[in-house]
């Protein structure tokens, strides 16, 4: 069936070093993708999106990769920082008679000083 | 401009009460939603609305009904409380395609 997961539950890295999170999905006619950031006690907060015509899309510190032929997303941060702890979610957007997104089920990100 | 706010911030209840979480925005957005996020899972959709007077089941819609008479509100009812109710509830909109607004969620503890 149709699903967004992703591949680790936590993620740890040192300050100043990149970060990955990856996602992969199994609906291959979604419309676009989303990463969302969640802080404790905080609804998610867009971060970047890209549709399913790109696959690669640059933001401030951060970079989403879309591979298509393997139904894989991955987000990248650059530099990471104390305050890009959180919680990250990739999304999945599809119209069916209406507007709906599947949430994975997040990754905790941890940087250490 | 407040974006989204949801109201109450925490709730207990006891089994078989009743409650509403309202949720407003002031972004004229046409699709609004409510989500449900337990421990340590992604957040699954229990209504949404894709427009004034309209409203959709989700994911996971049993035991919740919702209405949308105003543009801006998009209310949430638990008819009969149970615990597997406790969770946080997220109200979110936006327009038909780009990312969703969230509010800062309600906590809602069944005991």
């Known amino acids: 069936g149709e699903s967004v997961g992703l591949h680790l539950p936590t993620l740890s890295v040192q300050e100043g070093d990149n970060s990955i999170i990856n996602c992969a999905y199994s609906n291959s006619a979604s419309d676009y993708f989303i990463w969302y950031k969640q802080e404790s006690g905080k609804g998610p907060q867009f971060i970047i999106d890209i549709r399913s015509n790109m696959d690669k899309r640059q933001g401030q510190r951060v970079t989403v990769l879309l591979n298509k032929t393997v139904k894989h997303l991955s987000l990248q941060i650059a530099a990471t920082q104390p305050g890009d702890s959180a919680v990250y979610f990739c999304?999945?957007?599809?119209?069916?008679?209406?507007?709906?997104?599947?949430f994975g089920a997040g990754t905790r990100l941890f940087v250490k000083a | 401009n407040a974006g989204v706010t949801q109201t109450p911030k925490f709730r207990v209840l006891k089994t078989g009460q009743s409650m509403t979480l309202l949720c407003a925005q002031d972004m004229n957005h046409e699709y609004m939603y409510w989500y449900r996020q337990d421990p340590g899972m992604g957040l699954r959709l229990i209504h949404y609305?894709?427009?004034?007077?309209?409203?959709a089941k989700g994911e996971v819609p049993d035991g919740y009904n919702v209405s949308r008479l105003k543009k801006q509100n998009f209310l949430l009812g638990l008819e009969s409380a149970a615990p597997s109710q406790t969770s946080v509830y997220f109200c979110?909109?936006?327009?038909?395609?780009?990312?969703?607004?969230f509010g800062p969620g309600t906590r809602l503890t069944v005991t």
């Open positions: 999304a999945e957007n599809m119209m069916s008679g209406g507007f709906k997104t599947i």
């Open positions: 979110a909109s936006n327009e038909m395609t780009g990312e969703q607004y």
């Open positions: 609305s894709v427009g004034e007077g309209t409203t």
